[in-house]
């Protein structure tokens, strides 16, 4: 059982660089978000989706993209990545059946210099 | 208990020893709150949920009290083992804010002693 898979695992790019982290999931889930995770701020909620086709802003949205074309795939895109984008950036889903249950992926560290 | 800072707080446990973690929220809309566990280099684990009408919740070796008077969740772990040395994080849904946006706190690092 894959769960959740996120890529690439680690990542290092120059600052002004597009990237887009990918997710996928195989668990049929209707929402998807994207957290970013920083030593002592905990998991920030950069960006969401309740289900395919719609999307909605987290706490940390500037400076990041995403789009849901399906149930399955949730890509995260930096425009022109920034060095305060370094951070651990962790991929999740979760049935709304069952509010606040989220399945994490392994997490994309992501170093912008 | 956790805290907003640049250092992560940290509780040691001798193992075979009960661990209490603490967590305080500030939304007092908030009305469904999670716990989760995560391991150097993973991602988080969900352990276990309340609802916030109910003031206490047992799982195995794991207990979530509520405290909603004064806006506080704990924790307990009961015979802590080494395999519990992690980062724990308390987590709160706001319905106003939708189910589906879920706002963790900054976490607490359990370190069991063996």
């Known amino acids: 059982i894959a769960g959740i898979t996120q890529a690439p695992t680690s990542q290092i790019l120059a600052a002004g660089r597009r990237m887009t982290l990918r997710c996928t999931q195989d668990?049929?889930?209707?929402?998807m978000y994207w957290y970013r995770q920083d030593l002592g701020l905990g998991l920030r909620l950069i960006h969401y989706?309740?289900?395919?086709?719609?999307?909605g802003k987290g706490e940390v949205p500037d400076g990041y993209s995403v789009s849901r074309a399906n149930t399955d795939d949730f890509p995260l895109t930096l425009a022109s990545a920034v060095p305060s984008q370094t951070s651990v950036y962790f991929c999740?889903?979760?049935?709304?059946?069952?509010?606040?249950?989220?399945?994490f992926g392994e997490g994309s560290r992501l170093t912008v210099l | 208990g956790e805290s907003v800072g640049l250092h992560l707080p940290t509780l040691s446990v001798q193992e075979g020893d009960n661990s209490i973690i603490n967590c305080a929220y500030s939304?007092?809309?908030?009305?469904?709150f999670i716990w989760y566990k995560q391991e150097s280099g993973k991602g988080p684990q969900f352990i276990i949920d309340?609802?916030?009408?109910?003031d206490k919740r047992q799982g195995q070796r794991v207990t979530v009290l509520l405290n909603k008077t004064v806006k506080h969740l704990s924790l307990q772990i009961a015979a802590t083992q080494p395999g519990d040395s992690a980062v724990y994080f308390c987590?709160?849904?706001?319905?106003?804010?939708?189910?589906?946006?879920?706002?963790f706190g900054t976490g607490t690092k359990l370190q069991v002693i063996p």
């Open positions: 309340i609802r916030s009408n109910m």
């Open positions: 668990m049929r889930h209707n929402a």
């Open positions: 939304n007092s809309a908030s009305d469904y």
């Open positions: 999740a889903s979760s049935d709304s059946r069952v509010p606040g249950e989220l399945f």
């Open positions: 987590a709160e849904t706001d319905p106003g804010g939708g189910y589906q946006k879920v706002t």
């Open positions: 989706s309740n289900t395919a086709g719609t999307t």
